[in-house]
């Protein structure tokens, strides 16, 4: 229902669903100062993406705005420490030292460097798809873990260290887009910047003393912030500022897209039948609800638009989800529409401060999708508890929970993987399973990082071989006691004994039938067995 008057941002209503509210102020008040904001909001397409585009006018050095626009004037001065770091940030600077940030985090986000992960989003992806439960709550079982375990990946860390880096950005831009949760205020961001920091500063200092130093992008900021002679504040200010723009909006993003989907009955089941739309697909759902509902600036002068005088220093919510649907730009602006050939939204900003993640994400949701789609293909929403968006914030658009009935596809495969190099480069799965069918690969014992495990002790990569069977068995619903045969190669059928006692330890209770034959070599000197299993589920 179109609204017939001012709109009121401080109703949770008009939070949790703003588009009618975007659409008064586009039609009737383009340009609207907002008491509740404290800023100017501008909603349509030409304007925002012109504001966008124009550094000298509309800075991006906003941070200090920001914070005296929502926190009382008394508790400015103890978050000074806050404004400072966050003021280092790439989005919060404009001209040569905005350039200069690109270009260090550059390298990582090439077309080149984004493609090369695919193999490992894809291993990502498969392994949570296959923890699911049948009627999972999507956004913690899935899509808040995604960007973590990715960024887990780029940045070389472990995955619980950046699940607890994902907690602290959730605090530090909560309270950033002037939430109500009285949970995230100023004391609780500023403590979680203080953690980030420090924990960036150890891993900094750490990567510089370590060996395998140079191909994560915590070695490859280092290495280029060097060469342009930046301070430890930089870089450590590069690193945060990855995370905070890398991890919440591209997991709400990623629950836009479900929701749209389920929400579009038709264009979902075209997708099964043409996967090779899903990027359309993806593309819609970013114009027509993008996570990041909008961005800020600061006037560096006055501008006149639309018969109004904004003043140097005035704070302006530049409204992308607004633009994103102007009649005057898309036709059938509120339609999601998978076929739409008019795509040149504004979700990812538009000039100089263009997300430099754009690829990353687009190649994460179809990754996400054609692989859910694939995996569950009936998926659907559960009635009795319909998805609900959050409240809290004009900025940053998601759902709280969006529950689903995951039901597999009839006689599909389902693969999983493994940390092992081999597989990306061969193009095979760590395991399959086929109906009633599983069966393994030939696995070797590598460790978590997929290097040889405890080399020159054939007792103990047998274990380790077999444990990493079980993990992968695991995934796809299957326990050992359900394996009927396993098949062990050696390099010396001189240590049968070894092998032999590590095997019936680990079946003692469910022995398969099993063989072993010597061959000459397997794929590198330090391992000294390779073992495959099958395992069968049915009657």
């Not at 639309?306 to 509120?334: E, W």
């Amino acid at each position: 229902m179109a609204l017939q008057s001012i709109p009121d941002f401080s109703d949770p209503r008009t939070i949790s669903d703003p588009y009618d509210a975007f659409a008064y102020l586009r039609h009737h008040h383009p340009l609207y100062w907002s008491q509740h904001y404290n800023a100017w909001l501008m909603t349509r397409f030409d304007d925002v993406a012109s504001a966008q585009g124009d550094t000298r006018r509309y800075s991006s050095n906003r941070m200090r705005a920001l914070v005296n626009a929502q926190v009382p004037v008394h508790e400015q001065a103890a978050l000074e420490p806050f404004i400072e770091k966050a003021s280092r940030w790439m989005y919060s600077q404009d001209g040569k030292v905005h350039e200069a940030g690109r270009k260090v985090l550059g390298k990582a986000f090439t077309p080149r460097a984004i493609d090369a992960l695919a193999g490992d989003i894809e291993r990502i992806v498969d392994d949570l798809l296959a923890q699911l439960s049948p009627q999972p709550e999507l956004m913690t079982e899935l899509f808040d873990k995604i960007p973590a375990l990715i960024l887990a990946h780029i940045f070389g860390i472990a995955a619980q260290d950046a699940l607890k880096i994902r907690r602290w950005t959730d605090a530090i831009i909560v309270f950033m887009v002037g939430s109500t949760d009285p949970a995230f205020g100023p004391r609780e961001a500023l403590h979680a910047m203080q953690q980030m920091y420090e924990q960036f500063s150890l891993l900094v200092d750490e990567r510089r003393l370590s060996a395998l130093a140079g191909n994560d992008l915590v070695s490859q900021v280092i290495a280029a912030g060097d060469k342009a002679l930046m301070s430890k504040d930089d870089v450590l200010a590069q690193l945060a500022f990855v995370v905070v723009a890398a991890t919440t909006t591209s997991a709400d993003q990623l629950g836009i897209i479900m929701f749209y989907l389920l929400s579009n009955p038709e264009a979902l089941a075209e997708l099964k039948t043409h996967p090779g739309l899903i990027p359309n697909a993806i593309e819609e759902a970013l114009r027509i609800c993008p996570a990041g509902q909008l961005s800020h600036r600061v006037l560096t002068e006055d501008v006149t638009l639309h018969g109004q005088t904004m003043h140097k220093g005035d704070l302006v919510y530049l409204i992308r989800a607004a633009a994103n649907r102007d009649p005057r730009h898309f036709s059938d602006p509120d339609r999601f529409d998978i076929h739409r050939q008019k795509r040149d939204h504004l979700a990812f900003g538009r000039g100089p401060h263009f997300c430099m993640g754009t690829l990353l994400f687009k190649l994460e949701a179809k990754v996400v999708f054609s692989r859910l789609l694939q995996r569950f293909p009936n998926v659907r929403l559960i009635r009795s508890q319909p998805p609900a968006w959050r409240t809290n914030s004009l900025q940053f658009r998601g759902l709280s929970h969006i529950h689903v009935a995951l039901e597999p596809a009839s006689g599909s495969i389902t693969r999983c993987f493994s940390a092992a190099p081999w597989e990306k480069n061969g193009g095979y799965c760590r395991a399959l399973r086929a109906g009633n069918l599983v069966v393994t690969s030939g696995t070797v014992a590598f460790d978590e990082r997929g290097n040889p495990y405890a080399p020159g002790d054939v007792y103990r990569q047998t274990r380790r071989c077999l444990e990493i069977i079980e993990a992968a068995l695991e995934q796809l619903g299957v326990d050992r006691t359900l394996v009927v045969a396993t098949r062990m190669y050696t390099t010396d059928v001189a240590w049968w004994p070894q092998i032999a006692k590590a095997h019936q330890e680990f079946f003692s209770d469910c022995p398969p039938t099993t063989m072993l034959l010597g061959v000459n070599q397997l794929i590198a000197p330090d391992y000294l067995i390779e073992i495959e299993a099958q395992a069968w589920t049915g009657q």
